[in-house]
């Protein structure tokens, strides 16, 4: 049971990983296009205010956020890709088709209910528990909906997409039964989005009275909150009433009335008071985005296996830049808060605590946004309102923290953090075959000694290996594997490895192409 579990833990992983894999490329375009939209840095430097620079920041931006924005839906294709056996790209359509099916459902019955939320003019649907996605009104699930809708539809798919039927239903045969079937998950769904989540909604919301209450402890509790938070999109609930509403504070300004820490910040930057008000420490959720996640980016690279860190450091470092530099964290958060879920609750855990510190140390300085802006707000603001020296004095000792913690943490529990996921042998060893692989009258050979079509469940391949699992590990030859040239085979139960180096993914290419002729 406990392999299995493993297995099964192992498997969702991975599946995760596929979605992730091009969001290094777009986190450093998104953190170059934030930096030039950037109202402050386009006035120090007036030439990049000129219309064709801004019109390319504008789209190198809101492209990538148009990504970032919608992982749930990047998650509900990715997943059942990388889950399914066969026909991924079945799979992936299919997980997309029902994740449309699953919005509009939650739309229709937050419509015939009369529960449909009106936008606020100021922060839109924030903090009502719904979201715009796709351009359609539902109850927000975030990230975690495309997440569990992505899962149910890998594992219908694969129970279900080599079912047969005779005569007239032949038609609804295969792929079109799990199509069919996913019509009525996704369905359901939508149902406990919207009958069951808002349950968890209003406990989180319930707890923004504790967090305002109790003072220091309560900063720690609303710090952790929002980062433990992340996967659901229950983080608004929490980080919303205190930003934008009396939770966070009120100003008295003779007839006017501010009301939230945001506003009230923004308001005290420019009025003669010695010390910005403690509301301000409800706007310094990006402590952790400009000093943490530089810690746990150093955390992952170093506890690489030697042969992964020229590969994590690509991977990871445009990560790190795009948290501190455009404050989105999620691509960096979703490599491992599944992988490593303990490790996740201590980074939410020292979150609030950076921010409890704050207070302790009692800095009032800006820190809600990305590290640039909010080093402009507090040299503008001055030392005496805000106390910034020593803001980033805690963000170095953050920095050296959040890379101690975590690398003890991941090599004492051995937690599959990028760079360290389990291999049957070092793949730095693996070498490119004498000869390349006859890509015609090689591949006959290499299905045969797999035991044929029948007797291969799923294919895929790494940077150097072709990776098979078979039904029958016993049909398993060699010698017809061998005829098309390799440096190693490996067998682990009923998971086989061929090693043909740099030229697999055409020899994967060809293996699926051959199957589905033969």
């Not at 039964?177 to 319930?206: E, T």
């Not at 921010?355 to 820190?367: E, G, H, M, P």
């Not at 004498?434 to 090689?442: F, G, P, R």
Request: aromatic content about 12%; some cysteine.
């Amino acid at each position: 049971m406990k392999n299995k579990i493993m297995k099964a833990l192992e498997t969702f992983a991975k599946a995760m990983v596929q979605p992730l894999m091009y969001l290094s490329v777009a986190g450093i375009v998104l953190a170059i296009g934030a930096l030039l939209t950037n109202s402050t840095i386009t006035g120090m430097l007036p030439f990049l205010q000129w219309g064709p620079i801004q019109v390319v920041a504008k789209l190198m931006y809101e492209t990538m956020m148009m990504i970032i924005n919608n992982l749930g839906v990047l998650f509900v294709i990715g997943i059942p890709a990388a889950l399914a056996k066969k026909d991924k790209h079945q799979a992936g359509l299919i997980g997309f088709i029902s994740y449309l099916m699953y919005l509009k459902t939650s739309n229709i019955l937050l419509s015939v209910t009369g529960n449909m939320a009106t936008p606020n003019p100021m922060i839109g649907l924030y903090g009502t528990g719904q979201a715009t996605i796709l351009g359609i009104q539902v109850v927000d699930m975030s990230v975690f909906g495309g997440i569990v809708l992505g899962c149910l539809t890998g594992y219908v798919f694969n129970k279900t997409c080599n079912k047969q039927f005779k005569g007239a239903m032949t038609i609804y045969s295969g792929v079109r039964y799990s199509f069919f079937l996913m019509i009525i998950v996704s369905i359901c769904f939508g149902f406990f989005g919207n009958y069951v989540w808002p349950f968890a909604q209003k406990g989180i919301s319930a707890l923004t009275l504790f967090i305002k209450n109790t003072g220091t402890f309560g900063l720690f509790i609303y710090g952790f909150l929002e980062r433990l938070l992340i996967p659901t999109g229950l983080h608004h609930l929490v980080y919303t009433p205190f930003q934008f509403t009396d939770f966070g504070g009120v100003l008295q300004l003779g007839e006017t009335t501010v009301v939230g820490a945001y506003p009230i910040a923004m308001t005290e930057l420019n009025l003669p008071v010695a010390k910005l008000s403690e509301s301000i420490y409800y706007n310094c959720l990006g402590f952790v985005k400009m000093f943490g996640y530089i810690g746990i980016g150093l955390a992952f690279i170093h506890t690489a296996k030697p042969e992964n860190k020229a590969r994590v450091k690509a991977m990871i470092i445009p990560l790190v830049i795009t948290s501190v530099l455009a404050t989105i964290t999620e691509p960096l958060d979703f490599m491992f808060i599944f992988v490593a879920p303990l490790l996740y609750v201590v980074h939410s855990a020292l979150a609030g605590l950076f921010i409890a510190l704050l207070k302790i140390f009692n800095v009032t300085a800006f820190c809600g946004g990305n590290l640039i802006a909010s080093t402009l707000l507090n040299l503008a603001a001055g030392v005496s309102k805000t106390n910034w020296p020593m803001m980033y004095v805690l963000g170095l000792i953050q920095i050296v923290v959040y890379f101690v913690v975590f690398t003890f943490l991941i090599k004492k529990f051995n937690f599959k953090t990028p760079g360290r996921e389990d291999d049957t042998v070092d793949t730095s060893k693996d070498k490119e075959p004498a000869k390349a692989v006859d890509l015609k009258s090689d591949i006959a050979s290499l299905v045969a000694g797999l035991g044929g079509k029948e007797n291969i469940l799923a294919l895929e391949n790494c940077f150097t290996r072709l990776r098979i699992n078979v039904k029958d590990a016993e049909k398993i030859n060699e010698e017809l594997i061998n005829k098309a040239p390799n440096s190693g085979i490996v067998k682990k139960g009923n998971d086989i490895q061929v090693i043909f180096g740099l030229q697999v993914p055409e020899v994967k290419s060809a293996v699926e192409d051959y199957l589905a002729n033969c």
